[in-house]
Every structure is written in C-alpha cells, then in structure tokens.
T-cell receptor, first 108, second 115 residues
Framework: GQNIDQPTEMTATEGAIVQINCTYQ??????LFWYQQHAGEAPTFLSY????GLEEKGRFSSFLSRSKGYSYLLLKELQMKDSASYLC?????????FGAGTTVTVRA | DTEVTQTPKHLVMGMTNKKSLKCEQH?????MYWYKQKAKKPPELMFV???????INESVPSRFSPECPNSSLLNLHLHALQPEDSALYLC??????????????FGPGTRLTVT
C-alpha cells in the first residue's frame, strides 16, 4: 500500500502562518496535489508540484522534495475561512492516493 | 463552468433497496471518477472512466455498479448495500486520466446512509 502521512490537527491564529507537512512512501510518483475540504463540501484544488521546489499562489505556497519524499503547504495571513481539512495526494499513474488530511482551525 | 454536480445530496436506503447516484460535468472532461469517503478519512478511489469506458475498478464489491451513459454523466447504481457502505460518495472529473498535471474537480458528494 501507499504511505502518505500528515498531521491530524493544527491550530493557528488569524493573520499567522501555518505549515502543513506531508511525507510519502509510494510505489510511484507522478506529482503531488494539495486539496482543501470544508466540512460537508467537495475537495477543491489548491496546488500541484511535480518538480522540486516552491510553487507560490497568492497566500498559499507548496514545496516538494522528491528525494526526501516530502512536501509542505504554507498558508500565510490566515483567515477564518481557511479553517478546513487539507489533503495531500500523490498521483501514481492514473490514481490519486490521499493522506488522511490535516484539520486546520483558525482562531481569532 | 468548473462545476461537478451530484444528486441527491443525501440518501437513506435499506439493505434491500436499489438506488442510483448521479454525477454531471460540462467541462468537456474525458475522465470521471467515483470515490468513497468515510468520516475523518481520505477519499478512496472506487472507479475510473476514461472516454466513457471503465478503465479502473479498485476491487469494489459488485453491489456497486458504475455506468457512464455519455461523456458528461456518471452514475453509480447501488443494490443490496450493507450498513458499512454508509459514507460520502464523491464524483470527480479531469481533462484526461493520463496527463499527470490535470487536477481533478470534485463534486459536493452524496451522503449515503444504509439502514
């Protein structure tokens, strides 16, 4: 099976920065995705990394190191609406294998 | 239009019932997916359709039967389900299943309860 690990929960204050780590040991690798999922809603796409390095998209950035099997999602200037579950997913051939998700709670 | 729609939003069914879940997208995507998500767990892939043909079945029990009538529609037919099949069923689509960078767009899901 595929092994994709991320912390279960994180809490941060509005306006702060939070970094969600994801480590993976998988039988293949065709890229890593980050999705955001609010309770009771569909996952929505945040970022995609296939090469090592940092991808920046507004307040969200994602980093990948393939040699270390490691990625992180950086959320800056946290807002209350960022409270959600964040899913790390590794693409292997045609399939996405998801981590268990990290629930981020933003406090005022 | 970057929306994937699913109906119904909620479904309660008995173990002897037959019901269907529906999914629709109008983005011209040629790959469509069914996932099952239990509470506080990640989505688990069930089926993949590519160009209206079933290309992946993740050893899903036969009481779940997918169908792709055309490139915009995906159904999941349910029969003789068990209480442990209660979950959120998510549909997703992408431009193509083969291109690694193509993100999957998810629908809001159908919350299924089997009694």
């Amino acid at each position: 099976g595929q092994n994709i690990d991320q912390p279960t929960e994180m809490t941060a204050t509005e306006g702060a920065i939070v970094q969600i780590n994801c480590t993976y040991q998988t039988s293949g690798f065709n890229g890593l995705f980050w999705y955001q999922q609010h309770a009771g809603e569909a996952p929505t796409f945040l970022s995609y990394n296939v090469l090592d390095g940092l991808e920046e998209k507004g307040r969200f950035s994602s980093f990948l190191s393939r040699s270390k099997g490691y990625s992180y999602l950086l959320l800056k200037e946290l807002q209350m609406k960022d409270s959600a579950s964040y899913l790390c997913a590794v693409r292997i051939d045609y399939k996405l294998s998801f981590g268990a998700g990290t629930t981020v709670t933003v406090r005022a | 239009d970057t929306e994937v729609t699913q109906t119904p939003k909620h479904l309660v069914m008995g173990m002897t019932n037959k019901k269907s879940l529906k999914c629709e997208q109008h983005m011209g995507h040629r790959a469509m997916y069914w996932y099952k998500q239990k509470a506080k767990k990640p989505p688990e892939l069930m089926f993949v359709y590519s160009y209206e043909k079933l290309s992946i079945n993740e050893s899903v029990p036969s009481r779940f039967s997918p169908e792709c009538p055309n490139s915009s529609l995906l159904n999941l037919h349910l029969h003789a389900l068990q209480p442990e099949d209660s979950a959120l069923y998510l549909c997703a689509s992408s431009q193509d299943k083969g291109q690694a960078s193509y993100e999957q767009y998810f629908g809001p899901g159908t919350r299924l309860t089997v009694t």
